[in-house]
């Protein structure tokens, strides 16, 4: 409970800024007021936990281990997502049928811990550039954000990687 909050001249409260914790889920709850004569004033606050994933660090090469964070994932924690991977920048479609577009790799999957974490995941092999990387449900459906359904995304840069194997060798210069 909040005390001390500065009122203008009107008696009213011009600005002030409310903390959503974190782990609340997505759903409506009352917020009570009470004033300098004790009366109490109740409001529904609707709120929305916006899921949200980075990596750490946003690029690397293939075979890479980084770290993929997630955050306000409270609505998730205890069901099965999946992690799917765009590696490759044409645009295949589903030409196989299974519902999942063809230029997705998962990447992961796992039941949702909580509502902040992350999980160490492996580039895989893939095009260049900037990739796509969003969650999907248990069957690769991707999840989306109310009211909008916008994905559940971020992008992941992959670098080019290359290796001389073996480390060494000898030339005879023809």
């Given at each position: 409970?909040?005390?001390?909050?500065?009122?203008?001249?009107?008696?009213?409260?011009?600005?002030?800024?409310?903390?959503?914790?974190?782990?609340?889920?997505?759903?409506?709850?009352?917020?009570?007021?009470?004033?300098?004569n004790?009366?109490?004033?109740?409001?529904?606050?609707?709120?929305?936990?916006?899921?949200?994933?980075?990596?750490?660090?946003?690029?690397?090469?293939?075979?890479?281990?980084?770290?993929?964070?997630?955050?306000n994932?409270?609505?998730?924690?205890?069901?099965?997502?999946?992690?799917?991977?765009?590696?490759?920048?044409?645009?295949?479609?589903?030409?196989?049928?299974?519902?999942i577009?063809?230029?997705?790799v998962?990447?992961?999957?796992?039941?949702?811990?909580?509502?902040?974490?992350?999980?160490?995941?492996?580039?895989?092999?893939?095009?260049?550039?900037?990739?796509?990387?969003?969650?999907g449900?248990?069957?690769g459906?991707?999840?989306?954000?109310?009211?909008?359904?916008?994905?559940?995304?971020?992008?992941?840069?992959?670098?080019?990687?290359?290796?001389?194997?073996?480390?060494?060798?000898?030339?005879?210069?023809a």
């Amino acid at each position: 409970m909040a005390s001390g909050i500065a009122l203008d001249n009107n008696g009213t409260v011009e600005d002030y800024t409310i903390t959503i914790p974190n782990g609340l889920v997505t759903g409506s709850y009352v917020f009570k007021v009470r004033d300098n004569n004790n009366v109490e004033y109740n409001f529904t606050v609707c709120v929305v936990q916006a899921p949200s994933i980075e990596f750490d660090p946003s690029k690397g090469g293939c075979g890479d281990q980084v770290t993929l964070k997630f955050y306000n994932m409270a609505d998730y924690v205890g069901e099965y997502v999946t992690v799917w991977f765009d590696f490759t920048p044409a645009s295949l479609g589903d030409e196989n049928g299974d519902g999942i577009d063809d230029d997705l790799v998962m990447l992961a999957n796992f039941t949702v811990p909580s509502a902040i974490f992350n999980r160490t995941v492996t580039v895989p092999h893939s095009a260049g550039g900037p990739r796509e990387v969003r969650l999907g449900d248990i069957n690769g459906t991707p999840l989306t954000i109310e009211p909008n359904g916008d994905y559940i995304n971020t992008t992941f840069t992959v670098t080019p990687k290359v290796w001389v194997d073996p480390a060494s060798f000898n030339s005879d210069g023809a």
